[in-house]
């Protein structure tokens, strides 16, 4: 049973910063989403197995990162200079164990965490 979990959310005016993880029981081809009320599903970034290759949307192009530290079997969404419209909530997925490409398509991710709630007061 592959396990995702979800933390680091919470609460930040505009401008701040927070940083997400998502531990995972192994090691994927691993992604965030996130969701605002009312909208749809919308990429954020994705990270490949190594760590090496790394896709990031362009809504949050330059203000978050995306890394990887295998040995916690953690992922890390570094998120700065969050706006009000960063507010939303946040979901690490999982691509199969075979598959090895990144993917912005939440269609392609197997494994999804529970999600964790980001909320950018301005």
């Known amino acids: 049973q592959v396990q995702l979990v979800e933390s680091g959310g919470g609460l930040v005016q505009a401008g701040g910063s927070l940083r997400l993880a998502c531990a995972a029981s192994g090691r994927y081809v691993m992604g965030w989403f996130r969701q605002a009320p009312g909208e749809e599903s919308e990429f954020v970034s994705a990270i490949s197995k190594s760590g090496g290759s790394f896709s990031v949307a362009n809504a949050v192009k330059g203000r978050f990162t995306i890394s990887r530290d295998d040995a916690k079997n953690t992922v890390y969404l570094q998120m700065n200079s969050l706006k009000p419209e960063d507010t939303a909530v946040y979901y690490c997925?999982?691509?199969?164990?075979?598959?090895?490409?990144?993917?912005?398509?939440?269609?392609?991710?197997?494994?999804w965490g529970q999600g964790t709630q980001v909320t950018v007061s301005s």
């Open positions: 997925a999982g691509r199969r164990f075979g598959d090895n490409i990144i993917s912005s398509d939440p269609v392609d991710y197997a494994y």
